[in-house]
């Protein structure tokens, strides 16, 4: 099984593939240690200012990492905000059986309620650079973008709106 956890920047991607990791002993793969092996070695004149093309650049990648792990029966789950609301579409029916796919969502409500945990607890699995500018405006827009996009394309999503708990039982 491929299990594939999307949404925008700081809903708990991480943290989330991390659970299932201890629960399930599935390794995971996080997309921006791709973007930035990547980058760092030289391997794309990309920067990390190129989100959309970054999106596009990386999931040429690994649409064939997932195709790779269904085809070897390897469990795997990968995590980011590079996979695209239309990835359904570069996928066979029999791959499709084997992927689990959500997006994390956060409310309007939800962020503004907890804004100031969202900036405390940005590095409780990866320490990122200092983000303290997070712009509460553009998380909002980001997250309900996400959900348009989910609603559009049929993906499944976790709406985080009152607190944050987020668990998710695989096949």
């Known amino acids: 099984m491929v299990v594939l956890i999307a949404g925008s920047s700081h809903t708990g991607k991480?943290?989330?593939?991390?659970?299932l990791l201890e629960k399930y002993k599935y390794p995971y793969l996080s997309i921006?240690?791709?973007?930035?092996?990547?980058?760092?070695?030289?391997?794309?004149?990309?920067?990390?200012n190129d989100d959309e093309k970054l999106t596009d650049y990386l999931w040429e990648?690994?649409?064939?990492?997932?195709?790779?792990?269904?085809e070897n029966k390897q469990n795997i789950i990968i995590e980011g905000c590079y996979i695209p609301f239309n990835?359904?579409?570069?996928?066979?029916?029999?791959?499709?059986?084997?992927i689990e796919y959500i997006c994390l969502i956060m409310t309007e409500k939800y962020i503004n309620n907890n804004y100031?945990?969202?900036?405390?607890y940005?590095?409780?699995?990866?320490?990122?650079?200092?983000?303290?500018?997070?712009?509460r405006i553009e998380l909002i827009r980001e997250n309900n973008y996400n959900l348009e996009m989910?609603?559009?394309?049929?993906?499944?999503?976790?709406?985080?709106?009152?607190?944050?708990?987020?668990?998710?039982?695989?096949?």
Request: net charge positive.
């Open 14 to 19: 991480t943290l989330l593939a991390q659970r």
């Open 32 to 48: 921006d240690h791709l973007k930035m092996g990547l980058i760092r070695s030289n391997n794309t004149k990309l920067t990390v």
């Open 61 to 70: 990648i690994v649409k064939e990492i997932i195709k790779t792990n269904i």
């Open 87 to 98: 990835w359904k579409k570069d996928f066979s029916k029999e791959h499709l059986k084997e």
């Open 116 to 120: 100031n945990n969202i900036i405390m």
């Open 122 to 135: 940005q590095n409780v699995i990866e320490q990122r650079k200092d983000e303290k500018d997070i712009d």
């Open 150 to 171: 989910c609603k559009k394309y049929q993906n499944r999503y976790i709406l985080l709106d009152d607190n944050y708990s987020v668990d998710l039982d695989l096949k």
